[in-house]
C-alpha cells in the first residue's frame, strides 16, 4: 500500500461518515487541553469529553476525524504484532443523535463494502452484563440480524477513559487472521484481531463506583489506522506495513536485534520523534519524563548488543518521514538534536552510576534506604541502579 493508497484508506473513512452527515474534525496534538490531569491524549475520544458530558459542539452532533494518540499502559505490550505507544485512532461520533444499532450497522457496511473485509472472516463482542448494567440487548440484536458470530463478554466490553467520568459498555469487532476457515472466539483465540470498538457512551462513573446515567446518550467509535492497514496489506504485524516501510529498511542496516527489540527500538524512537514533534522535551517528570523512558529504553536495549550504537546513526530520512505523516511542523534537525543530548545525557549519567555502584556500600542486596538515596543523592532511578548490577 503506498502513501497513496493510505491516504485513501483514511479518506475511505471520513468520506462514508461524511456522507451520513458527520463534519470532519481536526484531529489535535498529543497534548490535552489546559487542565485536564492526563499527561497525554489516549483516545480519540479524549479531546471531545466536554461535549460529550453534554457542552454543544459548533459543530454539531455527527463528528468524524483521525487523532494521534499515545497509550503507557500498553508499554509491556510493545514488539508484539499490534500494540504501539503512539498510534492514530479513525473515529466517529454521535453526541446524543443516534444509538448502538446505527452505529454497528454502519460498521459492518463500512469493513465489508468500503473495505472489502470477507464478512466471513469478522466476529464480534457484547457486553454482557453485571451487577450495574444489563446485557447489552440493542447491540445483540443488531449482530445476530446481520448474521455475525457474537461472543458475550463484561469486563473486556466496558470502556472508560479513567476511574471516573464518561463510560459504557462498548462492542468490539474482530477480523479473523489466520490461515482456513475461522476458530474459536476472540477472547479465546489472539488470531482473531480486534480492529473496531463502537461504545456507547451512556454513563458517568463517580469516585465511589456508582454510576449516573448520562442525559446524552453518545457513540464513539475508535478504529486503529495501524492495525486497519494491516488487515487490509494482508501482513502479519502493523511493522511490516507500508506505514513503517522506511523504518523496517533502515534500522536493521544500522544496528543488529531481534524481531521483538527491533520492533520496540521502532516503535519508541518513532513515538520520541512525534513527542518531540508536539513541544515535548525530555525531563524528570510528567510528560518529558515518559519521553525519557523511551529514549533511554532504546539506547539501553541498543548498547546491550553494542555499546558504540548511536541515535546519530539514524537516517534523517526517518524524522522526515515520521514528522510529515504526522503533519507536525518542528524542524528535523531539531528533533535529532533533542533525541541526541539526551543520549549524550544518559551516557553521562550511566558513567557516574557504575562509579557510585562500584563503592563497596552497594556490593551487596539494596534495599529501600539505598535506592532512595542513589536517587535523591545522585539522580540514579530505581530501574538504572537495577540494570547496572
Request: proline share 5%; with cysteine; hydrophobic share 30%.
Amino acid at each position: 500500500m503506498s502513501t497513496t493508497l493510505q491516504k485513501s484508506t483514511t479518506r475511505t473513512f471520513i468520506d462514508f461518515f461524511h456522507e451520513h452527515g458527520h463534519i470532519p474534525t481536526t484531529g489535535s496534538t498529543l497534548i490535552p487541553r489546559l487542565g485536564d490531569p492526563v499527561l497525554f491524549t489516549t483516545s480519540g475520544m479524549h479531546p471531545l469529553t466536554p461535549y460529550l458530558e453534554g457542552e454543544p459542539h459548533p459543530m454539531g452532533r455527527r463528528l468524524v476525524g483521525i487523532q494521534r494518540c499515545l497509550r503507557t499502559t500498553d508499554l509491556d505490550e510493545v514488539g508484539d504484532p499490534t500494540h504501539l505507544t503512539v498510534f492514530e485512532m479513525l473515529g466517529s461520533w454521535s453526541l446524543g443523535d443516534y444509538g448502538s444499532s446505527q452505529t454497528l450497522r454502519w460498521g459492518y457496511e463500512l469493513l465489508t463494502e468500503g473495505f472489502g473485509i470477507d464478512p466471513t472472516r469478522l466476529s464480534v463482542t457484547v457486553f454482557g452484563g453485571d451487577e450495574q448494567v444489563p446485557l447489552d440487548q440493542e447491540s445483540l440484536r443488531t449482530w445476530q440480524d446481520l448474521g455475525l458470530p457474537i461472543e458475550l463478554t463484561t469486563e473486556d466490553n466496558w470502556w472508560s477513559n479513567g476511574p471516573t467520568g464518561p463510560c459504557g459498555p462498548d462492542s468490539e469487532m474482530f477480523v479473523w487472521t489466520g490461515d482456513g476457515d475461522p476458530e474459536g472466539t476472540p477472547t479465546t483465540d489472539d488470531r482473531w484481531v480486534e480492529v473496531w470498538n463502537h461504545v456507547m457512551m451512556r454513563y458517568r462513573r463517580h469516585e465511589d463506583g456508582s454510576l449516573e446515567t448520562l442525559q446524552q446518550q453518545n457513540v464513539d467509535t475508535g478504529l486503529g489506522l495501524e492495525r486497519l492497514t494491516m488487515l487490509l496489506e494482508g501482513k502479519d504485524s502493523v511493522y511490516e506495513t507500508s506505514l513503517f516501510e522506511p523504518w523496517m529498511r533502515g534500522i536493521p542496516k544500522l544496528w543488529t536485534l531481534g524481531t521483538q527489540e527491533q520492533r520496540i527500538v521502532i516503535d519508541h524512537l518513532r513515538s520520541s520523534i512525534v513527542i518531540v514533534g508536539d513541544g515535548v522535551h525530555p525531563s524528570n517528570t510528567g510528560r518529558g519524563y515518559v519521553l525519557r523512558r523511551l529514549i533511554r529504553r532504546v539506547l539501553t536495549l541498543l548498547w546491550t548488543h553494542d555499546d558504540s550504537s548511536s541515535l546519530s546513526d539514524l537516517p534523517l530520512e526517518l524524522f522526515e518521514h515520521t514528522l510529515k505523516h504526522f503533519h507536525q511542523g518542528e524542524t528535523v534537525t531539531l528533533v535529532r538534536r533533542i533525541l541526541i543530548d539526551e543520549e549524550i545525557r544518559f551516557s553521562n549519567l550511566l558513567e557516574r552510576g557504575r562509579k557510585v555502584l562500584s563503592h563497596e556500600r552497594f556490593h551487596k542486596s539494596l534495599d529501600e534506604t539505598d535506592y532512595e538515596y542513589l536517587h535523591e543523592t545522585h539522580g540514579l532511578p530505581r530501574e538504572l541502579v537495577d540494570s547496572l548490577r
